[in-house]
Every structure is written in C-alpha cells, then in structure tokens.
C-alpha cells in the first residue's frame, strides 16, 4: 500500500525511509520527506528501532565516502578500514543522525527478548537478522504498520507494509 493512504495513529519507518528522505536526489525522497514532517508535526507517532540507526549511519557513511574518494562499491569497508579517519569526516551521517534525534521518532530498543524473537521471525518468515528486528520490534511494541521499500517484509503477515 502507498503511504498517502495511510491514515493510521503510528508507524514504524524503516531504515530505507530515512535514507531516501535525506537523499540528495531520490525518487522517493519527497514523499518520504513527507511522511517524516507527518510524524514531526505529531500527525502519526513513528517508531523506528536503535538497528535502524545503525543501519542509518553506515549506509550514509559508505555512501558519502564512496562518492567522495570515487571508489567501487567493494573498495568502500576496507578504504574505511584503512583509513578511519574518513568517519569523523563524514559530517553528513552525523547530521542524519542528528535529525532523527532531533525528530519525533521514537526510537525503540533492541533488547533481548526483541532479539530472541527476531531469532524466531528470521527463520519463519526467511528474513535477514537486521529485518527480523525490526519485525520483532514490531511485533513485541504492538506496531502494525511500517513504512519501508523492502519488499522482504511483504512476506510477514503480522505488519502491513507501506511503500513510497
């Protein structure tokens, strides 16, 4: 289902929805945008999980140093490695780290019994770890709905997916 028909109280976003909102150019960062200044204004509550903010940074960070020093996709975790310098001067992750704290989004721990039963979720529904998390962070804080662009969570019967 596309996020302007949601008409619900809360939503947890996942990873890829902070991504394409804070993108430069992205065919969905408007309507990702959109949803973020919904939930600042206090029209949905939002959720998103401290995996999601992890994911956050690292997705930012690859993605600005890859762009900056012009390297291949698989060049980007060792050049990191090597020189890790590089994180500090990424000032953008920070500041996208900055405007979800900054934000209404409440962000939910991922404790152990989110962990055991994302465990669980993963191997049910054949998701990946950091998915089943959020899954089970779902599941586990009585969240029904998620906006996310990834269709892995279309296999999970208990959430209904909200794509841009």
Not at 5 to 11: I, R, T
Not at 101 to 112: A, D, E, H, T
């Amino acid at each position: 289902m596309r996020f302007e028909l949601f008409f619900g109280e809360e939503m947890f976003v996942d990873t890829n929805i902070f991504v394409y909102a804070l993108a430069r150019r992205h065919r969905h960062k408007r309507k990702c945008n959109d949803l973020l200044v919904q939930i600042n204004h206090g029209d949905i509550a939002g959720f998103t999980s401290s995996t999601a903010i992890n994911e956050l940074f690292h997705a930012i960070l690859v993605g600005d140093v890859r762009r900056r020093y012009q390297l291949k996709k698989e060049e980007v975790i060792g050049f990191i490695k090597n020189n890790p310098h590089v994180i500090s001067e990424t000032k953008v992750a920070y500041e996208a780290l900055d405007d979800v704290f900054n934000s209404n989004v409440v962000i939910l721990s991922v404790n152990f019994e989110v962990l055991k039963k994302a465990r669980d979720l993963s191997e049910k529904y054949n998701l990946l770890l950091s998915d089943a998390i959020y899954a089970a962070t779902c599941m586990i804080y009585a969240i029904s709905d998620m906006a996310t662009n990834d269709a892995d969570f279309d296999r999970v019967d208990f959430i209904r997916v909200w794509k841009p």
